[in-house]
């Protein structure tokens, strides 16, 4: 062990020396310059080989093919902590280096490491005494503790020191901390090796820390310590390692990390996102306040004192041999009790654990389980030392309890699970037969006794420790939970259902209030709106006159969708808005007035336009009539000016950016436009038809028409059934002039034969088509004439082909 000091042999002698060894190192006149990190463990748990990479020591470390004791009593080296482990160092050891490690601030403080021998050897056997008078001197001149430890130490008793550490507590406070005004502290660091992340850092530190302050308040204390805490002496903290073989370039890197906590001053900046500000393990309340030219008489004195100390002396062999037995006997129990707890893995499979299933008869079965692992060991254990065996069992029970606890909490996630399922399903096969609140209630009533009923069950084999009210409020919370979501849904479709029939409503009636819009329109219309919506609600207006929709929902919830239904209604009312004020529809209303205007006169009779009649003047009316209608669908105002806007808040996906502005100026612009060339052409199409009446038959025809038929009109006369035939021609002549029919009939007659005759041209044009006349033509070329133009041919009629003029065709 070069460069190292055996501080205190395996003869217990302290080494006078130490003095010349710490001035051979240089570091005599440091002061307060220096610390003391001590590390203790079980025997072959890498203590040496830890120390080595953590301080660049060169402590021995433990030969794997033998696996024998390597420290034999304390070991003292100093620190030399540089980010890389020693050049000199073993090779079995060279891994460890770390390769180009960051450069750290050069600082004047000396630390120096403590190893002491590891406990629980096969070396030393049953004697404990230098154990614990070693860990007792580490703890009282240490200013860092590491306990160095496996992580499938965690829980145990002797493996992780607990025993160890219980003495050495009690023994501490006797001797070193009860005279003291100000109790000295210290930091016991856990560093956990070979740690597979299976089971979280926090968790690990849990049970350590649980143990602790078990231990901590079993301990017989001095008077004046009654009442302290662990916490008043120690600060604890933990640290995990990996697997030093199997895992080499994660152990290097994070040895390396937690040697930087063994250094003060500036870090680089991968080191700083690593390292909180206060993660410096040594603080000024830790050090023992002695110059290190004094620490040698310092450690002297305490290990003297620790030697002439009697509490320290080995229990009577009684008390060892009921340790022993009652440890051998615990272990046995435990492994039956492993041995059925695997049958009950293999009869039910992953349902025992995966938080899904549910066993029936989950108590009974693990209260078995239990019981009879107890009964085993009280009756080969209860003879022996009271104390003793009642501590084992404490131990032993605590370890089946913690293996029950698992499977038991997944049995009671299952239960969680499927109490609301129980939930669902009853609400599906309930809510056809009564209320919904009823159906919801009675749900919830049975889902919250399937949980109590199956978790009390459960719990049967100890109440005390198979606890399952944190979970029941838990599983309450998340009922309620499902019980809103259930009442929020119900409300949501009867909202759905309210929204609909108020948009079908929209659809059918709202129409006919655009159909002749005036100044109030935008005032029905809203009357129209709160009217319809009212009405819908009426029905889930309970006698109090609020609105409630039978969900059992409270008061806010049902303001909340009394809400939801007036915003859908005011989005339905902006579809269909949106709908009637398209530019063709406000057209097409535009139209309808400007014809109810201008075609018909105010008895509502077509009016046939003359020549004598004034077109301009009620076309001019009637245009601006009509276009006065625009602004009326361009913007929703009522009749005293005021905008519609809306009364409810939409969401940013839903939002109504201008509800009162219906029409654009781009869209107002276009439907006058559109309505403005409609009026036109009807303007036109009537001018047009005094033109046709204009030119119908002149006057002095039906004078003409007298003189030159005055026989024929005498003959009627004096036949009395031409003469009845003429009274009723007459007579329809009359009315159809007290009608004032006579313009329309005759634009009707004009119509139908000009629409005559240019069908026969067309059938005529199909005809020449179909069947042309060839051109004779004469031996010379020339076109030879018809015969009936040649001398001697006879005279034929022409035919009616020959008669067309080509103009015609």
């Known amino acids: 062990m070069d460069g190292s000091l055996q501080l205190i042999d395996a003869e217990k002698q302290f080494n006078e020396n130490v003095s010349g060894y710490l001035d051979s190192l240089g570091v005599l006149n440091n002061g307060l310059n220096y610390h003391v990190v001590s590390v203790f463990g079980s025997q072959s748990t890498g203590k040496s080989t830890l120390l080595n990479a953590l301080f660049s020591t060169q402590f021995q470390v433990m030969n794997e093919t033998s696996r024998q004791q390597t420290t034999k009593g304390i070991w003292m080296a100093k620190a030399e902590i540089n980010g890389s482990a020693s ?36 070396e030393r056997g049953e004697d404990q005494d230098f154990e614990r008078k070693s860990a007792l001197f580490a703890l009282a001149t240490s200013e860092v503790i590491i306990v160095n430890m496996w992580e499938n130490q965690v829980g145990l008793y002797q493996g992780a020191n607990m025993g160890l550490l219980k003495t050495v507590f009690e023994v501490n406070l006797s001797l070193f901390q009860a005279s003291s005004e100000k109790p000295s502290r210290s930091l016991i660091l856990f560093v956990i090796r070979d740690h597979i992340g299976a089971t979280p850092l926090e968790n690990l530190s849990a049970t350590l820390l649980a143990d602790l302050n078990k231990h901590w308040e079993s301990i017989s204390k001095p008077e004046s310590l009654k009442e302290t805490k662990i916490s008043d002496f120690f600060d604890i903290q933990f640290q995990t390692l990996p697997h030093k073989i199997l895992l080499p370039d994660q152990f290097s890197s994070q040895v390396y ?5 063994f250094v003060p001053g500036r870090r680089n900046s991968k080191e700083t996102a690593a390292l909180s500000s206060d993660s410096y393990v040594f603080r000024p309340e830790y050090h023992r306040n002695v110059p290190i030219d004094g620490w040698n008489m310092y450690a002297a004195n305490i290990w003297e004192q620790i030697e002439q100390n009697k ?34 893995e293999s009869r039910h499979g992953t349902a025992l654990s995966d938080g ?33 065996y009642q501590g084992q069992r404490l131990d032993l029970l605590s370890q089946i ?21 129980v939930f669902n399903e009853q609400m599906v096969n309930s809510v056809n037969g009564m209320s919904f609140a009823d159906a919801l209630e009675t749900s919830r009533k049975q889902a919250l006794q399937f949980f109590e009923t199956r978790a009390e069950e459960a719990s049967s084999a100890d109440r005390e420790v198979f606890m399952y009210h944190g979970d029941l409020d838990q599983f309450i919370g998340e009922l309620d939970a499902a019980v809103e979501q259930k009442r929020a849904e119900q409300i949501e479709k009867i909202g759905s259902r309210c929204s609909k029939k108020i948009a079908q409503i929209f659809n059918d009636e709202l129409d006919s209030y655009f159909a002749s819009p005036s100044d109030d329109t935008w005032d029905k219309v809203l009357k129209f709106f709160f009217s319809t919506v009212d009405l819908i609600l009426q029905n889930y207006v ?38 009637i004020t398209l530019v063709n529809n406000v057209v097409a209303v535009l139209q309808d007035k400007f014809d109810e205007l201008f075609r018909y006169d105010k008895s509502g009779v077509p009016v046939v336009w003359t020549v004598h009649h004034d077109i301009e003047t009620p076309f001019v009316e009637a245009r601006d009539h009509a276009l006065k209608l625009v602004d009326i669908f361009a913007e929703a105002r009522l009749s005293d000016g005021t905008k519609v806007i809306p009364n409810v808040e939409f969401d940013a996906d839903e939002e109504i950016p201008n509800f009162s502005t219906r029409l654009s100026d781009s869209k107002k612009a276009e439907v006058i436009a559109k309505f403005k060339r409609l009026a036109d052409t009807a303007f036109v199409e009537a001018k047009r038809s005094t033109t046709q009446s204009a030119t119908q038959i002149p006057w002095y025809m039906f004078v003409l028409l007298v003189l030159l038929g005055w026989n024929e009109f005498m003959a009627v006369l004096r036949n009395p059934f031409l003469f009845m035939f003429v009274i009723m021609a007459a007579g329809g002549a009359w009315i159809t002039f007290s009608l004032n029919m006579w313009g329309p009939i005759g634009v009707l007659v004009n119509t139908m034969v000009a629409k005559t005759v240019e069908i026969s041209k067309e059938k005529l044009r199909e005809v020449l088509e179909v069947h042309p006349q060839p051109v004779p033509v004469s031996s010379s070329g020339s076109p030879r004439r018809p015969a009936s133009a040649r001398p001697g041919s006879f005279n034929r009629p022409q035919t009616p082909h020959e008669e067309i003029e080509l103009d015609d065709m």
């Open 542 to 579: 309970n006698a109090a006159g609020e609105t409630d929709f039978g969900v059992g929902a409270s008061t806010e919830d049902n303001s909340r969708g009394v809400y939801n239904i007036r915003k859908s209604a005011w989005l339905a009312l902006d579809s269909k808005l949106r709908e």
């Open 356 to 388: 899904k299933t549910v066993i029936s008869d989950f108590g009974q079965t693990i209260a078995g389980l239990r019981t009879r692992a107890m009964e085993l060991y009280d009756s080969l254990a209860s003879r022996y030392t009271a104390k003793v």
């Open 401 to 421: 309890d913690s293996r029950l606890l698992t499977v038991f909490r997944a049995h009671l996630s299952a239960l969680h699970s499927r109490g609301l399922q």
């Open 87 to 122: 050049s000199s160092e073993a090779s079995d050891d060279s891994y460890l280096n770390i390769k180009n490690p960051p450069e750290v601030e050069n600082h004047k403080d000396c630390v120096l490491v403590l190893d002491v021998e590891g406990t629980d050897g096969r």
């Open 311 to 344: 509490d320290l002396d080995l229990p009577s062999q009684q008390i060892l041999v009921a340790r022993f037995r009652c440890g051998e006997i615990a272990s046995q129990t435990k492994a039956q009790f492993e041995a059925e707890f695997g049958e009950l």
């Open 257 to 261: 990390q937690l040697s930087r906590r």
